[in-house]
């Protein structure tokens, strides 16, 4: 039949905005292969836990296998850098912690930026606590506030630049206007022992690294970085009730290179929240002392983007020195 110039026009622009509005074939079909996680910690930590278990149930729902690949090292900034440099095609991802977010101000030489990563989930979180031995005199954050009134305190963290270090260091020189010595440690473990033999006076860190420690009752949490109190510690105060009003966690996001297709991205992160939706999951996380984010990609990143604003405000107010 034939058409006037201005019907075959029509007809070319009409199928031109249903090509461009189309998502790709790539992003129709993904996956088509298995995906690999890059975790950017040891295999037995916060982010590589919380990575198997994500990681399996996302295989059920996308029909792909996930591939763990642990690479560790440079306080997550070597698997950051390997996964910001793989190919934009959903096929790797990086798993990796709050020291992302720390990391943009505190390390000179990343060997790759934060724009160079796309956000798809911020899945799990554990909030900063700060405790003490059970022996010990202060039985409430005032009460060793008190202590370091009167004599300089010290306080075992998993090591210098990690968000427990921060946020207490900013709690107490910045907030407290105190003198406490932070004691970093090579991990969690060794903290907690230098706490319970009456090294230091109290231990900094996320609650996940010491909650078997803290319902056993052998520490004592005196305050704990997060809005409300914890169902699973309800004994434990917030910061803000003792006046100081510090929400500061150890998070575990999914992230992927800044060019992917955004379906892909999107198909990525609503899979995510199916998996955190699952009371199973759900139930696997609270086993972890972990709490879970269900949100969008544009959640997701504006929670990221006012965690780098947040952590580079206190890295700035104690004087940490980038490195």
């Known amino acids: 039949m034939f058409r006037s110039v201005r019907d075959r026009t029509a007809c070319f622009i009409a199928a031109t905005a249903i090509a461009l509005s189309a998502p790709p074939v790539a992003a129709q079909d993904y996956p088509s292969r298995p995906i690999t996680f890059i975790v950017a910690f040891a295999p037995g930590g916060f982010a590589d836990s919380v990575a198997r278990l994500i990681g399996s149930k996302l295989n059920e729902r996308l029909g792909q296998s996930i591939i763990i690949e642990n690479r560790a090292g440079g306080g997550g900034n070597i698997g950051a850098a390997a996964a910001a440099k793989a190919a934009p095609d959903g096929y790797t991802l990086l798993v990796t912690t709050t020291g992302l977010a720390i990391n943009e ?34 039985k409430n954050l005032a009460g060793l506030l008190q202590i370091a009134k009167t004599k300089p305190i010290n306080y075992a963290s998993p090591g210098v630049g990690t968000s427990g270090h921060i946020a207490n260091a900013y709690l107490f020189q910045e907030l407290a206007k105190v003198e406490a010595v932070n004691v970093p440690f090579q991990g969690g473990a060794l903290a907690v022992n230098a706490l319970l033999g009456g090294h230091v006076d109290a231990l900094a860190g996320a609650v996940t690294g010491y909650a078997g420690q803290l319902m056993a009752g052998s520490i004592r949490g005196i305050a704990v970085a997060a809005e409300q109190r914890l169902p699973q510690l309800p004994d434990i105060p917030t910061y803000a009730e003792s006046g100081f009003p510090i929400v500061a966690s150890t998070w575990v996001g999914l992230f992927a290179p800044a060019r992917t297709d955004t379906a892909i991205l999107q198909k990525l992160n609503t899979a995510v929240n199916e998996v955190l939706r699952d009371a199973s999951t759900q139930s696997q996380l609270q086993a972890l002392q972990t709490e879970f984010r269900i949100g969008d990609r544009a959640d997701a990143g504006d929670y990221f983007r006012r965690d780098v604003a947040q952590w580079k405000k206190m890295i700035t107010r104690i004087g940490l020195a980038p490195q």
């Open 105 to 138: 101000t505190l390390s000179k030489s990343k060997g790759f930026a934060v724009d160079d990563l796309a956000v798809v989930a911020i899945p799990a979180w554990a909030p900063e606590t700060l405790s003490v031995n059970p022996s010990s005199p202060a």
